[in-house]
């Protein structure tokens, strides 16, 4: 057999004294390699992701009355009720640049973030309406401004595809300030133009798919509109809901929108679920247009409904 080894490489016989050396040392370093991490070694379990939280706020005209008297107050309210996020609707297009960051400071101290206002269709115009409403948004940290209602010119299908036209041309101009734009349905937003045509639909496919469609659960339920349908027809552009609820009969029953959160046969759960699953919510807002109770009960009760019924989830 041929040596592959040349000649001046090849070992010299081992002595019994280097042989028991080495023979010694095999056991400590198998030992010491069996603890070093392997590069096969199984990988610890991935840790679940942790669930997505979603912020639940206040829409302020539920404590209109008390807004109007102390402002102050009733912000501190509801931040002891439980409440993380707020909405503020139209009036507070009047407030001065000082006073907004005034407003901001205390919401801020409080821990309450305001992510969305309603505004009237000034705000989305372009002029002095909308530079304001940039310049008060940005203050207050918000993400959206909403169109609280149509203006008188949304009328028939050419009047609300109108509408929807220069709604688009708003969310272009928003843009560049941090800020999106969006619409609140009523009850009047189901109405069929045509025929056959919902108005929400005809908004809905005359703004671009990132123009939110804020939506009010209970307006849709008193129309007779399916909300988990709605959801799924229009994924992503949902980034907030107003939790009102409402019941069949009248008011003098304490029916209708006198109902609190969860206190009739809405499908809140399929609701929710759709919500989070297709429509994009980033935050829930509770809204109340009157109940049984005073304004600060009222709130201080919706937010402890939706805390148990989050706990059902």
Not at 267 to 291: N, R
């Amino acid at each position: 057999m041929t040596d592959l080894m040349p000649p001046e490489k090849s070992p010299a016989p081992l002595s019994r004294r280097h042989f028991l050396a080495l023979a010694g040392a095999v056991p400590a370093v198998l030992a010491a390699q069996s603890l070093a991490p392997s590069a096969f070694a199984a990988e610890p379990p991935a840790q679940p992701a942790a669930p997505k939280k979603y912020p639940i706020g206040l829409e302020l005209y539920s404590v209109r009355t008390e807004l109007m008297r102390n402002l102050p107050d009733t912000l501190r309210t509801v931040a002891k009720q439980g409440y993380e996020v707020v909405e503020f609707y139209a009036p507070y297009a009047t407030w001065t640049l000082p006073f907004a960051k005034g407003v901001r400071t205390l919401i801020d101290d409080l821990g309450l973030r305001c992510y969305s206002t309603h505004n009237n269709f000034q705000s989305f115009t372009p002029g002095d309406g909308m530079n304001k409403a940039i310049e008060l948004n940005q203050i207050l940290g918000c993400r959206h401004l909403i169109l609280s209602s149509a203006p008188g010119t949304a009328k028939g299908l050419d009047g609300w595809k109108s509408l929807g036209e220069k709604l688009t041309v708003a969310v272009e101009q928003l843009k560049p300030h941090g800020l999106s734009a969006g619409f609140h349905n009523h009850k009047t937003e189901w109405s069929l133009l045509d025929g056959d045509k919902r108005i929400m639909d005809v908004l809905a496919a005359h703004t671009p798919p990132e123009f939110i469609l804020q939506f009010d659960v209970g307006t849709a339920l008193e129309a007779g509109i399916d909300p988990v349908a709605w959801i799924k027809a229009n994924p992503g552009r949902i980034k907030s809901l107003h939790l009102k609820d409402w019941a069949p009969g009248e008011k003098a029953d304490e029916k209708a929108y006198r109902v609190l959160f969860g206190e009739s046969p809405t499908p809140w759960k399929e609701i929710i679920t759709a919500a989070e699953s297709v429509g994009g919510v980033e935050f829930y807002l509770l809204e109340q247009e009157g109940s049984r109770y005073p304004e600060f009960e009222t709130s201080q009760r919706s937010i402890e409904l939706w805390k148990k019924f989050r706990r059902t989830f």
